[in-house]
């Protein structure tokens, strides 16, 4: 069974600092990386997809692949209190497009 | 911005009923699938849907659930029997190309199995 490993948090951060979430992965087929926030009782909320190695930016957010660690990251830059969220990180499936989803990351901004 | 939407927001049902899960994918996509979540547990992947079949599906989409596109915007989950178990979040989801692709997810059914 192919796994998506997260930190359950939470993770606290003071407002304006930078959050950083991380994630493993076993499949090493996957070839599209997603990451997806969730507040509680609400459906994932895309925010940033990644396909190739090195870095992608958006906003204050940024992603970070490592294909031979099986590593992705995101950070999040200027934490903002509307931040907490769970953060779910999905990577696609060996030729398939089935997301395959982590437990998430509970991010806490506080004031 | 086009969004997924899904009926009913939530849906409360006897054991042993059948339910129908609806949804409106985002008009030009093309590929669609349904996940769920059990409260408290990681967002699981049931059935992927193109061009009128089902595409893959998960182990836990055995013989009681079914999938269809009766027309042209429509994309359904029919649970047949449900069972205490079946109790979750569904979430459709859908993407312009399939692999490679973002899904885009809608606000999600609440299934309460009674």
């Known amino acids: 069974q192919k796994e998506v490993e997260q930190n359950s948090g939470p993770l606290s951060v003071p407002e304006g600092a930078i959050a950083s979430l991380n994630c493993t992965y076993s499949d090493r087929g996957s070839q599209s990386f997603f990451w997806y926030r969730q507040y509680s009782g609400k459906s994932p909320e895309l925010i940033m997809s990644?396909?190739?190695?090195g870095d992608k930016e958006d906003g204050r957010f940024t992603a970070q692949l490592n294909k031979a660690s099986q590593y992705v990251s995101l950070l999040i830059r200027d934490s903002q209190p509307s931040d907490s969220a769970t953060y779910l990180c999905a990577p696609d499936a060996y030729n398939t497009d089935k997301l395959i989803f982590g437990t998430g990351t509970r991010l806490q901004v506080f004031p | 911005e086009p969004e997924v939407t899904q009926t009913p927001s939530h849906q409360v049902t006897q054991m042993g009923q059948e339910v129908i899960l609806r949804c409106v994918p985002i008009s030009n996509h093309l590929y669609f699938y349904w996940y769920r979540q059990i409260l408290g547990q990681k967002v699981e992947f049931l059935v992927s849907f193109y061009n009128n079949e089902i595409s893959e599906k998960s182990e836990i989409f055995d013989d009681q659930f079914s999938v269809e596109r009766p027309d042209g915007s429509n994309f359904t989950l029919k649970i047949r029997s449900t069972k205490l178990e079946d109790s979750a979040m569904y979430f459709c989801a859908s993407s312009l190309q399939g692999q490679r692709q973002p899904q885009h997810f809608g606000d999600g059914t609440r299934l309460s199995i009674l």
């Open positions: 990644i396909y190739s190695n």
